[in-house]
């Protein structure tokens, strides 16, 4: 999704712009833009296509100039060329703005700026803003900013810089992130704290309708009245390390590794000297004690990768705590009338805490008064901010665009909220919350043993890689991981690719098994192990080739799959957490063989701001 930067200081503006650009591409993108103030005019360069095509033009041009805005462009309104590339300039080109989001009344307010004169050179609805601010404006920037706001619908950062106020950069928000940047001696401003760390680590978190004024060391936030005000300020405590690729050739197969240390993460501290779950974070919303013990439905509500672990945690949740629990996307939910009180638990899930269509779903889950809990990566973030209480999965950022070490931590997490749900309505004897918790602890070994198979993977990758047909069958929990192993394939590999529960195939999908299409079958022990074992005879005697994904020591799974990759035993419901780690690994090894982009798949974005 579109990324931005700014930075005013003693420095050059462009290559802290540009290095900040880099550091973002990962949100994925298709066309990138730089402006930059050189005494008295804005110089604006931007091109179509990767930042590449944007350095090759810029190494043509001197730039200099110690206040700049730089941006990557996810295509919403209008095709991913040159002129819909932000930043975008107001009729007189004396101020250019960048933006993140949708401006969702954008045709009305062209029409109105056409009819009074402006003409317009791009397709998108952020030029409307530029002109709307440029028109607005009248000897004080952030003063335009503020009157504009109000007539924006939807969701929006933007910041924006003019010549007439040289060194200054003005933002904004309204349900899309922008983070700033303090420092003694500069300023910046970033769509992603990834994009500032190599700065400062003193950042703060803008709230929705606040504008800040941004100059060389120093910041000042106030409401759409001018009023002085504050966003979330807080210290970064990750190492840039973390947001690089310490070696590994691509940052997924970096995150697929980081998954023992994450989970491993995911648990410390959970417990108390007796072994009962203790979930502080929960105090501060839904109180451990008396609201948790009075849920009698819970919803879990996210998208993609998010929505699998989703899935995952309803099995867990039924089981352990005894609650009934519906699974939704975050984009359905939000659009229909899901029954919701006081005594209803919903559960959001996201990485990234900052999708456009979670946030909203969270947003309606809380004026119904139901208590929403995040699951979350990211410290900080909207979910975070919004929710009544926040699980941290502290799987350290997540920067490939296909989620790995996100999606096991979560699912880590999610079991924690079970089990504690569990133990704080007795739903379990606390011996049974105890040995469950401290196999949970034995996953990240266990993990590091899956991992151990990557050359075996690798080769299963290489066997596969030419087939143009995917499927993923699953039953209870693997039906997730079929789901989830189906979206990691297409996602990286551009392969079809489709997750089904296994007992479903007859009812359809079967007729697409044609001679060798391969079958990835989640069959690890369990109690429906019989039940997949025989789906997977039904597609067998179709002519697939199926890989089966099962237990150690199941000697007898050879007789059904003409290839096996082995997890360790687990507890039922924690199968997912390992059987996952094959899927990744092949699908990474498929698109590295097909040679695709692993890190930015085409058309996808790592966080996703617009609805
Ligand atoms: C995008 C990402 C996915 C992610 C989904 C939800 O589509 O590419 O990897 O699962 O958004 O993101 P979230 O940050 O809410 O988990």
């Given amino acids: 999704m579109c990324g931005i930067i700014g930075y005013t200081g003693p420095d050059q503006a462009l290559p802290i712009v540009l290095a900040g650009l880099q550091t973002l591409e990962y949100r994925g993108y298709d066309s990138a833009g730089v402006a930059i103030d050189g005494h008295g005019a804005l110089a604006v360069v931007k091109r179509a296509g990767k930042l590449a095509n944007l350095r090759a033009e810029l190494d043509q041009i001197q730039l200099a100039g110690t206040c700049g805005l730089g941006h990557t462009r996810w295509a919403t309104h209008g095709e991913p060329n040159d002129p819909n590339s932000h930043p975008h300039v107001d009729a007189g080109s004396s101020l250019a703005l960048v933006h993140n989001g949708i401006i ?21 609805d952020t030029e409307v803003i530029a002109h709307l601010v440029g028109s607005l404006h009248d000897g004080d920037l952030a003063a335009a900013v503020r009157a504009a706001l109000p007539r924006l619908t939807g969701q929006f950062a933007v910041a924006v810089m003019d010549h007439r106020d040289p060194g200054t950069l003005v933002a904004a928000r309204r349900n899309a992130p922008l983070v700033l940047g303090h420092r003694d ?63 590994y050739e691509h940052f997924m197969l970096k995150e697929i590794h980081e998954q023992p240390a994450a989970v491993r993460d995911t648990l410390i501290g959970r417990t108390d000297a007796e072994g009962r779950i203790v979930l502080d974070e929960l105090r501060g919303g839904p109180d451990a004690a008396q609201d948790l013990r009075h849920v009698d439905k819970v919803y879990v509500v996210a998208c993609g990768t998010s929505y699998h672990s989703g899935m995952v945690a309803k099995y867990a949740i039924e089981h352990w705590a005894g609650i009934g629990v519906e699974v939704e996307i975050a984009s359905e939910f939000r659009y229909r009338d899901p029954i919701l009180n006081p005594h209803t638990l919903v559960v959001t899930i996201s990485q990234s805490g900052e999708t456009a269509d979670t946030l909203a779903a969270a947003e309606h889950a809380l004026a119904q008064r139901a208590k929403v809990v995040a699951v979350t990566n990211v410290v900080g973030s909207s979910l975070a901010r919004m929710a009544d209480a926040v699980l941290y999965t502290r799987a350290g950022p997540e920067i490939a665009v296909a989620s790995t070490k996100a999606f096991t931590t979560q699912i880590v997490a999610l079991d924690v909220l079970a089990l504690y749900l569990a133990q704080e309505r007795r739903a379990l004897f606390p011996d049974e919350c105890r040995d469950h918790l401290a196999r949970m602890e034995a996953l990240p070994a266990l993990i590091e043993q899956v991992l151990g198979q990557e050359a075996a993977i690798a080769d299963l990758a290489h066997t596969f890689a030419g087939a143009d047909y995917f499927m993923f069958i699953g039953r209870h929990v693997g039906l997730p991981i079929a789901l989830e192993g189906a979206l990691k394939l297409k996602e990286i590999s551009y392969l079809h690719a489709e997750g089904f529960p296994a007992a479903e195939m007859k009812h359809g999908p079967i007729a697409l098994i044609g001679a060798g299409g391969p079958v990835v079958a989640l069959a690890t022990r369990g109690h429906v192990w019989s039940k997949i074992t025989s789906n997977i005879a039904e597609v067998k005697a179709r002519g697939a080739v199926v890989l089966a994904i099962a237990t150690e020591g199941d000697t007898e799974i050879k007789a059904h799959a003409d290839h096996v990759v082995y997890v360790p035993e687990v507890l039922e419901l924690l199968y997912p957490v390992l059987t996952v780690v094959p899927l990744q690994l092949l699908s990474y090894y498929i698109a590295l063989a097909l040679g695709c982009d692993v890190d930015q798949p085409r058309n996808l974005a790592k966080t996703v701001t617009v609805e």
Avoid: M
């Avoid at 700026?113 to 397709?123: K, P």
């Avoid at 300023?187 to 004024?213: F, N």
């Avoid at 106030?222 to 070696?247: C, F, M, S």
């Fill in 185 to 247: 001696d500069a300023s910046l401003l970033s769509s992603d704290v990834a994009g500032l760390i190599a700065h400062t680590r003193d950042v703060e978190a803008l709230l929705d309708d606040q504008v800040a004024v941004l100059a060389p060391g120093a910041v000042t936030v106030t409401d759409l009245d001018g009023n002085p005000a504050q966003g979330h300020r807080y210290t970064v405590d990750w190492d840039i390390a973390a947001a690089e690729k310490g070696g």
């Fill in 104 to 124: 969702e009344n954008h045709a009305e307010l062209k029409a109105e700026l056409a009819a009074a004169g402006h003409t317009f050179t791009s397709d998108t």
